[in-house]
């Protein structure tokens, strides 16, 4: 599609892309063990915003990189955000029974059955992510990019974190920040500049710029996140509202109060448009993702 598509049409677009991809590349329920795979299509395959590949494919567009690789890349990273899910849901972790407005997986399944489904989950995103048509070079690079986002200096290491927050309601604004950019931007960071990383021709100072552009955006994402937690329905959100302030975890809103995180999240917003203002049109679906992750209402 061109810069002249509507915004909507275009993450439709990518959104359907992404679906058929991610549908090819997880194994068929009609292979053995049949209720792993069942539960790994359920936990993948159940709809959602598909915000980080949407992320991956623009991103790909600052650097003319090829869609074969693209949707390689794409598929990777929502394999890993899924497999997160399944885990942040189990009873030990969130202890949550509803996700994208259908039971958790170990509720549909049973808690053995999600923890396998993560495992899976993550490990086939790195064994799709060694297909990409791309150089071994750029390939491995991904790869390590992808690996660190989801390690202990990432994802995980953001969830360890939260979860020894629990019940301190507030955390210094510094440690808040750092946990959500392990725990929300590491992946959406990775997305960033994995989505660019598959094409060509970007300097330094371009990929530090995109760097800027992500860390800002899922900081964003995260703040947006505490806001609908606290002002939006369960029917709304397709999981339990109002689930952190219960769990007294610490947060933006909690830290800041809701008009003062909305604040926030503008200046965001605006930070990450900032840093996007050196490539022109080629970050016109960055510049649109932005403006749709602060705007979301689920």
């Known amino acids: 599609m061109n810069a002249a598509t509507p915004f909507q049409d275009w993450m439709i677009a990518a959104q359907a892309r992404t679906e058929a991809a991610l549908a090819a590349a997880l194994p068929s329920a009609l292979v053995l063990p049949h209720r792993l795979h069942d539960a790994m299509r359920y936990a993948s395959l159940a709809g959602g915003k598909r915000v980080r590949p949407l992320l ?100 995980a290491g953001g969830q360890a974190i939260d979860l020894a927050a629990v019940g301190q309601k507030t955390l210094a604004p510094p440690e808040l920040e750092l946990m959500h950019a392990m725990k929300t931007g590491a992946l959406i960071r990775a997305a960033v500049l994995m989505g660019a990383g598959c094409g060509t021709g970007l300097a330094a100072a371009e990929t530090e710029l995109l760097d800027r552009f992500a860390k800002r955006a899922g900081l964003l994402f995260q703040v947006v996140d505490d806001i609908l937690d606290c002002t939006a329905s369960t029917a709304t959100l397709g999981k339990t509202a109002g689930k952190d302030t219960a769990a007294e975890k610490p947060t933006y809103v909690s830290l800041l109060g809701l008009e003062a995180a909305r604040a926030h999240a503008d200046e965001l917003r605006t930070e990450a448009l900032t840093a996007l203002s050196a490539f022109g049109a080629r970050a016109q679906r960055l510049e649109e993702l932005a403006q749709f992750i602060c705007d979301r209402r689920f």
């Open 56 to 155: 991956v494919f623009a991103a790909g567009e600052i650097s003319a990189a090829p869609v074969a690789a693209l949707e390689v890349a794409a598929v990777a990273v929502e394999l890993i955000h899924s497999y997160s899910l399944v885990h942040d849901d189990l009873p030990a972790m969130d202890d949550d029974t509803l996700r994208r407005g259908r039971p958790t997986c170990h509720v549909e399944y049973d808690e053995a059955t999600a923890l396998l489904t993560g495992d899976a989950l993550q490990t086939l995103a790195f064994e799709h992510l060694a297909t990409l048509p791309l150089t071994p070079e750029v390939a491995l690079k991904l790869i390590a990019l992808l690996a660190h986002a989801s390690g202990s200096r990432g994802m």
